[in-house]
């Protein structure tokens, strides 16, 4: 009779699992909400929240909004030129960037993406300028996973060809700095390193600037009278969120440190491969959505030991925004670049429930 394998098979590993702070943490804010009896309207916990916010940042004014998408989108009706047109943008990002850019009543316009930093520089977009069908109301900016992007390089290109500039940091709220007068949106989904379950944040050192985005978060209310002075609309956090992100900025340092020790174990056990993580990862700024960059050639070979293996992964930028039927359409640059790179951007397990065993056998898919 033949040998039979009795062994358990191997349980999938999970590419992300997100943890908000627990019942115990949020306790002292819930009561205080029981206390003041305000629930929503930019009570004291939202409040304290964006104080703290803006102070992590380096003290620049914020507006909370609804989400990551609504912050986009808020900061382009305030900052693009006047009579709309197209808004340079990376093909490679996340889907929202462009549902922002449309919901501002701007066109997309693609564009390439630097294969070093996944990001769009400020060459690829003055190099643009020229061959785009229409006005350019503006450009986005996105930043990549997590990484900071380059604030001075773009503040000297608006200067330079006078186009404003927005940016679209989406999982860069704990390694920004410097913030001027183009403003940073930022996205608290519980998928992000402060992730309070859904909100997000504009930053901007413009005191007006963030007077008026605050305004259209409550329905273009500018100031203590109660008209609409702005178009706007409901675009406000609750006290339970502020409540949720103030139990998380409590215990941010913590949570980012982690982030940092499992960054570097999976460094360690990729020394040596050529599938690399994403330049800076870990040592200059942490992410939730750690990424491997996979030689083009081994790619699929890739994919299918990860399969195999049971590991979950992803790309969670997909393959461009031109290859969703929602965007197929809209008007571009040529691609090749971002069809080439996009493929091989492979995001890896990442959360606190990972052991020992389970990095060895993730970095074990990887050549």
Known sequence: MPNQDTRAPLPAIKVLLPRLPAAAKLMPYLERIDSARTYSNYGPLTREFTQRLGDLVGGSHTT?????TTAIELALRLRARPGGGHCLM?????????HAVCNAGLTPYLLETDPNSLALTPEIAAAALDSVPGPVAAVLVVSAFGAPPDLAAWAAFEERHGVPVVFDAAAAVTSLSGIGHQPVCVSLHATKVLGIGEGGAIFCADPDFAAR?????????LGAERVSSLRGGNYRISEYAAAVGLAVMDGLPAHVQAL???TTAYACRLEGKSAVLQRGAGSGWVTMTLN??????QVEATTQRLDEAKVEWRRWWGLGCHR???FADVPRADLRVTDALAPRVIGLPFHD??????LDRVAGCLQ
């Open 90 to 98: 990376p093909a490679f990002t996340f889907i929202a960037s462009a």
């Open 64 to 68: 909370l909004t609804s989400n990551g």
């Open 324 to 326: 969703h039927p929602a």
């Open 260 to 262: 940092r020790d499992l």
């Open 353 to 358: 429930g990972l052991s020992q065993a389970d």
């Open 213 to 221: 985005a605050t305004a259209m978060t409550g329905f273009g209310f």
């Open 292 to 297: 491997a960059i996979v030689p083009a050639d």
